[in-house]
Nanobody, 117 residues
Framework: QVQLVESGGGLVQPGGSLRLSCAAS????????MGWYRQAPGKQRELVAS???????NYADSVKGRFTISRGNAKNTVDLQMNRLKPEDTAVYYC???????????WGQGTQVTVSS
């Protein structure tokens, strides 16, 4: 089992920045990748960015050049630096881990990000 705790959401004006953090505990040896997803009201959950243990990153086209995902040295944390935020970035952001067991993934509880003036 892997437990995830997210932090860093909040309200920010358009053009502003926020940093989300996610810390994993439990069977962290089984983690092979971590990532951030988001879900806006009335929409499906979508990938924002992901990063493997080897540092390979993947970003949604809508956030490329504005968001940066990174892992901590201990590989049990993942951060998402979000710059030049737009109202359309408003959503609940979820941390996700992929494990070495095919199809076994874990999700955090979600953190609200609201971009509004």
């Amino acid at each position: 089992q892997v437990q995830l705790v997210e932090s860093g959401g909040g309200l920010v004006q358009p053009g502003g920045s926020l940093r989300l953090s996610c810390a994993a505990s439990g069977s962290i040896f089984s983690i092979r990748a971590m990532g951030w997803y988001r879900q806006a009201p009335g929409k499906q959950r979508e990938l924002v960015a992901s990063i493997t243990n080897g540092g390979i990153t993947n970003y949604a086209d809508s956030v490329k050049g504005r968001f940066t995902i990174s892992r901590g040295n201990a590989k049990n944390t993942v951060d998402l630096q979000m710059n030049r935020l737009k109202p359309e970035d408003t959503a609940v952001y979820y941390c996700k881990t992929e494990t070495i067991v095919a199809g076994l993934n874990y999700w955090g509880q979600g953190t609200q990000v609201t971009v509004s003036s």
